[in-house]
Nanobody, 127 residues
Framework: QVQLVESGGGLVQAGGSLRITCAAS????????MGWFRQAPGKEREFVAA????????VYVDSAKDRFTISRDNAKNTVTLQMNSLKPEDTAVYYC????????????????????WGQGTQVTVSS
């Protein structure tokens, strides 16, 4: 049974940091690219960051570059998003997702490519 369980969300002041983690089980974790998406109220789900199965390649949405860092631990089947210099516009539910890529070096940003999704964790940034 595939499971993606996010944790670490919460309330933080603007300029602060937060670290959210996704624990995966039930599939060959290192064969999947892993991504973080977010959805704010009234808005569509948005790509935030992704890391290839091997962990060697990453991609970010422009608004997250230089502030967020995605990483994975294939021994522990976890993927983490470290978020620094948070802004109120980062407020959203953050979702972890898994993408069965043809190669471990691939990393993709379209939500339509992703096969499995977590339930999400709320991140709220106050001004």
């Amino acid at each position: 049974q595939v499971q993606l369980v996010e944790s670490g969300g919460g309330l933080v002041q603007a300029g602060g940091s937060l670290r959210i983690t996704c624990a995966a089980s039930g599939f060959a974790f290192s064969s999947y690219g892993m991504g973080w998406f977010r959805q704010a109220p009234g808005k569509e789900r948005e790509f935030v960051a992704a890391v290839s199965g091997s962990g060697g390649r990453t991609v970010y949405v422009d608004s997250a570059k230089d502030r967020f860092t995605i990483s994975r631990d294939n021994a522990k089947n976890t993927v983490t998003l470290q978020m620094n210099s948070l802004k109120p516009e980062d407020t959203a539910v953050y979702y972890c997702a898994a993408d069965r890529t043809p190669f471990q070096t691939w990393v993709r940003s379209s939500p339509h490519e992703y096969d499995y999704w977590g339930q999400g964790t709320q991140v709220t940034v106050s001004s």
